[in-house]
């Protein structure tokens, strides 16, 4: 299974970016799938989720800044990051979960760097 992050990179505030995360080794369109970040000196935290039936989630700092799209086709799972703040400067890790006959199955990407600058 692998999960291919990119987009990351230097913004300045106010910027947008688009992460991309391609998936292999999974039945995609049957996974939820998200986008997780991590600060420096900060615990991971949840920045969006999207189910299999295509509902999302977002944390509250990020609401109506950022939103999250998935391709089943392409099997990508993307990022929309709009009026980047210096504080969303984390590094964004793609999640693929799925709960099959009461097991669970999570899978991460290896994560791509957004920094913003203000």
């Known amino acids: 299974v692998q999960l291919q992050a990119s987009g990351g990179g230097l913004v300045q505030a106010g910027g947008s970016l688009r992460l991309s995360c391609a998936v292999s080794?999974?039945?995609?369109?049957?996974?939820?799938m998200g986008w997780y970040r991590q600060a420096p000196g900060k615990r991971r935290e949840l920045v969006a989720m999207?189910?299999?039936?295509?509902?999302?989630n977002y944390a509250d700092s990020v609401k109506v800044r950022f939103t999250i799209s998935r391709d089943n086709a392409e099997k990508t799972v993307y990022l929309q990051m709009n009026s980047l703040k210096p504080e969303d400067t984390a590094v964004y890790y793609c999640?693929?979960?799925?709960?099959?006959?009461?097991?669970?199955?999570?899978?991460w990407g290896q994560g791509t760097l957004v920094t913003v600058s203000s």
């Open positions: 999640y693929a979960q799925r709960t099959i006959l009461g097991r669970y199955y999570d899978y």
């Open positions: 080794g999974i039945t995609f369109s049957s996974y939820d």
């Open positions: 999207i189910t299999s039936g295509g509902s999302t």
